[in-house]
């Protein structure tokens, strides 16, 4: 992230910072009531082999929602709906939504009627490690899974609708009630049933809180979408815009998927029960910085970014202007947030996983595959702040060139770190599994850079300055070296309290240290924590 280049006219974009703030909050809201979850089904599964098959079989059906929810459908159809927005022709957005949700309804049908008849040949492909009863039920809860999949798509659908409106809470936190769904079956059968039992009513709890996600926005949606045709209108020309841009954006989804179900399908062959288990238990830590402080402000900038967007220099300066006023308020959160992952991640674990059968033992694994994780978190948190300008630009085959890149280096990199490295150092099994985390990790770093240098060279240098850079490592390192020393103090870091007094301690401490050190991120958030 070099030294962006001064532009020769000052260019004042629209902040979208209130519209990255009302998604970070209902992310917020829908992330704790997430970690509530995956902490009360730590308690009830633990680490062990019904873990692995609910959290594989609930990976396996996430790729139609990875697929043909947000990041496609946001990539293709918003800029195109969004454009006609800003030209106050809602007739013709009315008929652009109605006819991708026709097209989507259909294309996600057809697909879940194929993973109900199939489940057992998609299992095995995606987590071929799985043998017997793990095997079995995994398939029985895959099925399950398989439609609320297609609901989830269709949130996708309202979602867009929202964001293109500048309404962004309730879209973001709609998946609050799919975590309260799940919760409820928790609290009520988990003291009461057996672990397998308990998986099954967990799946069909997840199905009833996707339809719940998806009812709660469409009100909304139907009050601004007034007179929609659910028609598939494949030959209207504006559909047309977004179907061509639809299908690179899904094959670079589904090339990112392919990089998650590598590591899937090599930890399913990892010789440690529980391995996946762990990695989904961690995956669900290591998305929090990049939902709430990636994604939402990607996706607040995309809208604007699609409406200012153009081919002359004028529109290249407003994306640079807008690109090098979001790069510094991710990186304010996601630097943080990664050496939080490698200085405490057993304390952060302790907190919000080890209750019941999650066991002092799985903290320190999943401190380790957490810190793997920290690798990658800052570069693939810029990444689609990057991929976001891209699609602004109508560009979905470029980012999808470089998540090709990145795939093919997961899965090599992948493979050397879980298996070829842990047995020429005589590492215990588990140790693949941060392996596999640092690897995509370091796939993400190169991706990052393609997309970073192409964006450069098609509007301009842009990034963040060298002083904010340092200034941001800098008291973050202060930060994790002082929060595990108070971890290590107080009973060897393995109480709760102990752990909860590390984690104050390096939000306390990188707060503090950023003011010191004029990072002008931490001083709008006191501004604005003044104003309220």
Not at 83 to 103: F, K, N, S, T, Y
Not at 356 to 371: E, K, M, Q
Request: glycine share 10%; net charge positive.
């Amino acid at each position: 992230m070099s030294e962006a280049v001064a532009s020769a006219a000052p260019v004042a974009p629209r902040s979208s910072s209130r519209s990255s703030a009302l998604i970070g909050a209902g992310i917020l809201l829908s992330r704790v009531l997430g970690l509530l979850r995956q902490t009360l089904i730590a308690r009830y599964l633990g680490a062990g082999a019904v873990a692995d098959a609910f959290n594989g079989a609930f990976r396996l059906t996430n790729i139609l929602q990875n697929l043909f929810g947000e990041g496609a459908l946001s990539a293709s159809f918003i800029p195109v709906y969004a454009h006609a927005l800003e030209r106050g022709d809602e007739r013709e957005a009315d008929r652009i939504a109605g006819a991708v949700a026709a097209i989507l309804a259909l294309v996600t049908a057809l697909v879940v009627l194929a993973g109900e008849l199939v489940a057992p040949l998609v299992t095995e492909a995606i987590v071929g490690g799985f043998e017997g009863a793990k095997f079995e039920l995994t398939v029985r809860l895959t099925r399950i899974f398989f439609p609320g999949a297609a609901v989830f798509v269709l949130s996708a659908w309202c979602l867009g609708i929202l964001n293109s409106h500048r309404k962004f809470f309730l879209s973001y936190a709609a998946p609050v009630f799919w975590n309260l769904a799940m919760i409820g079956a928790l609290l009520l059968f988990g003291p009461r049933y057996g672990q397998v039992d308990l998986a099954v009513a967990l799946a069909w709890a997840s199905l009833v809180g996707a339809i719940l996600q998806m009812g709660v926005q469409l009100p909304s949606v139907f009050g601004l979408v007034r007179r929609p045709r659910f028609v598939p209108e494949l030959s209207h020309p504006p559909v047309r815009e977004v179907i061509r841009n639809f299908v690179p954006a899904f094959v670079s989804r589904g090339v990112v998927q392919i990089s998650g179900y590598i590591d899937l399908r090599l930890a399913s062959s990892i010789a440690f029960d529980g391995a996946v288990g762990l990695l989904s238990y961690a995956q669900t830590i290591y998305v929090l910085p990049i939902s709430l402080f990636g994604i939402s402000i990607s996706a607040a900038e995309l809208p604007e970014m699609a409406r200012e967007g153009g081919s002359d220099r004028a529109a290249f300066d407003r994306l640079r202007a807008r690109l090098d006023t979001a790069i510094p308020r991710v990186a304010f959160f996601c630097v943080p947030s990664a050496l939080a992952f490698l200085f405490i991640g057993d304390a952060i674990a302790r907190v919000l996983l080890q209750y019941g059968r999650f066991r002092n033992i799985d903290s320190l694994h999943t401190w380790a595959i957490l810190a793997g994780s920290a690798v990658g978190l800052v570069a693939s948190a810029l990444a689609r702040l990057y991929s976001s300008t891209f699609y602004a630009l109508r560009d979905t085959r470029t980012p999808l060139r470089f998540a090709i890149v990145r795939v093919i280096l997961t899965g090599v990199l992948g493979y050397l770190f879980a298996f070829s490295l842990p047995r020429a150092l005589e590492l215990p099994p588990w140790t693949g599994i941060p392996g596999l985390t640092a690897s995509a990790g370091i796939a993400g770093w190169v991706e990052f850079w393609l997309l970073r240098r192409s964006i450069n060279q098609r509007i301009g240098a842009t990034g963040m300055s060298r002083r904010g850079l340092f200034a941001l490592w800098a008291a973050g390192i202060l930060a994790g070296v002082l929060a595990l020393a108070v971890s290590r103090l107080w009973s060897h870091g393995q109480t709760t309290i102990g752990s909860a007094l590390a984690i104050a301690t390096f939000s306390l401490v990188y707060g503090v240290g950023t003011l010191a050190l004029g990072v002008p991120e931490a001083r709008a958030l006191i501004s604005r924590a003044r104003r309220r």
